[in-house]
């Protein structure tokens, strides 16, 4: 008895992964002007590092965050948003550098240089503040959630192809022992797949980090509520937001406390 295979179904589904790819690799073009940009970026920062003046390595790396930045309103990259995050951290803005960070490492949730300067940025905090955790053990055993949205399609593509690739074979060549290698691409194509939905229709809270120093939380969206901490907030605390009001935002930090603080103080992820 023959396999019949819902030819539809699977054009429906290569047409999909067709089009995102076309679509993704016309996205990575990169203009020229901004990469001159980053160019006199470099040179900045390579000039901060040789001088020896404190307030003037401050001033060059401060010069070189600044172009850097103007750079990543136009490439995105996570090579670009690490050296951002590097020369801000010379330049003691805690807060853009864990930002640019968390910008590097949504778009290559496995790039090692942002993770690891990430970690050594996030143990810059005073210990009394909110600090993210490590991702739990179980979460660890699911490698495609490290992965980005990109490589989660590519990976589910190649998982689809291997599957389909292993029907033709047994049904070519009544080979019985192809059909069963169909599982686990198959298992592995459907885990993505549902990965994908599920943060598409239960997204998150979007993320932030606070990059004004000395900002202020307070109990309610009010300069004259009462204070949620004993002392002002240092920059470079992460947060997930909970609610938008006018000019405030309601935030819950790491420790599941909660607060409300003007959206001046905040970059949103």
């Not at 670009?80 to 951290?89: F, P």
């Not at 790039?111 to 690891?116: I, R, Y």
């Not at 997930?240 to 935030?251: A, F, G, N, P, T």
Request: net charge positive; charged share 15%.
């Amino acid at each position: 008895m023959r396999l019949l295979l819902p030819r539809s179904f699977f054009q429906i589904l290569l047409f999909h992964y067709i089009l995102f790819f076309t679509l993704n690799i016309n996205a990575q073009t990169l203009p020229s002007q901004p990469q001159n940009i980053v160019s006199q970026a470099i040179t900045l920062y390579t000039q901060a590092q040789n001088e020896k003046d404190y307030a003037m390595r401050l001033n060059y790396f401060s010069q070189a965050e600044n172009l850097f930045s103007l750079a990543a309103q136009t490439i995105h990259n996570p090579k670009l948003y690490t050296n951002w995050g590097n020369a801000a951290l010379q330049a003691e803005h805690l807060g853009i550098a864990i930002y640019a960070y968390r910008k590097a490492l949504l778009l290559a949730p496995n790039h090692l240089q942002a993770q690891k300067n990430l970690l050594h940025a996030r143990s810059l905090l005073p210990t009394w503040v909110p600090h993210k955790t490590q991702q739990n053990i179980i979460h660890s055993f699911i490698f495609w959630e490290k992965l980005s949205n990109n490589e989660k399609h590519w990976l589910a593509a190649l998982s689809f192809f291997v599957c389909l690739l292993c029907i033709a074979i047994s049904i070519r060549w009544q080979l019985t022992v192809f059909k069963g290698l169909t599982i686990l691409p198959a298992i592995l194509f459907m885990a993505i797949q549902f990965s994908i939905l599920t943060k598409f229709l239960f997204p998150p809270p979007q993320q932030a980090v606070i990059y004004q120093n000395e900002s202020i939380a307070y109990t309610s969206d009010s300069i004259n509520a009462p204070h949620s901490f004993s002392q002002p907030l240092p920059d470079g605390i992460e947060v997930s937001i909970l609610e938008e009001r006018d000019q405030w935002v309601h935030v819950e930090f790491t420790n599941q406390q909660d607060a409300w603080l003007k959206k001046v103080a905040l970059k949103i992820l």
